[in-house]
């Protein structure tokens, strides 16, 4: 009695055998840049224009995210050396930034929701602002944040974007292919 096999190569599972893969979305969780490319002297140039200002400022906020987080509380943290019940409210918010922002390797999910980096950025920016004004130290902290916009906003805007792609591209090029040559195989095995 022939034995046939069917192939299952287009075949679709059934309901109870498939299962739900979530798409890979790398770009909501905030990846830390070089400190180097971050603070690079040489990279800083005047914009030829508006347009040129406001394109780079858009791009430089995006890809550095992470680095400008890190530096407006950075410049809030030495604002508060003076109030130490504001200091400690900074440094339980400071937890908070580290587990919900800094330190977390996926997007961040919450009643299965899938919220934007965007979204966590703007909240614990908020309940920073909140507990830091609640503490009473308002203008301090709004004089530091101003301080951080311009310090942020300056930086972006100066800083060259040309540069920032290369790498991405260059990894990008040795995994597709790109212009490099197949490996060639010398030790081939007979079967």
Do not use: K
Request: with cysteine; aromatic share 10%.
């Amino acid at each position: 009695m022939p034995t046939t096999t069917t192939a299952t190569y287009g075949a679709i599972g059934s309901p109870s055998t498939a299962t739900y893969q979530p798409p890979q979305t790398s770009n909501l969780t905030p990846t830390p840049r070089s400190w180097r490319d971050f603070l690079d002297i040489s990279a800083l140039s005047r914009p030829l224009s508006y347009d040129d200002a406001m394109l780079r400022l858009r791009q430089n906020l995006t890809y550095f995210q992470f680095n400008y987080a890190s530096v407006m509380l950075l410049i809030v943290f030495l604002s508060l050396l003076w109030h130490p019940v504001s200091m400690i409210v900074f440094l339980i918010i400071l937890v908070a930034w580290f587990f919900l922002y800094f330190s977390r390797n996926g997007p961040l999910v919450v009643f299965n929701q899938t919220l934007d980096d965007r979204i966590v950025l703007c909240v614990l920016g908020l309940v920073s602002v909140i507990g830091l004004v609640l503490t009473h130290v308002g203008l301090n902290v709004l004089l530091s944040l101003i301080v951080g916009v311009v310090v942020a906003g300056l930086h972006a805007s100066f800083r060259v974007i040309e540069d920032l792609y290369v790498d991405e591209e260059s990894s990008l090029l040795s995994v597709v292919g790109g212009t490099q040559p197949p490996p060639t195989r010398t030790n081939y095995t007979r079967i």
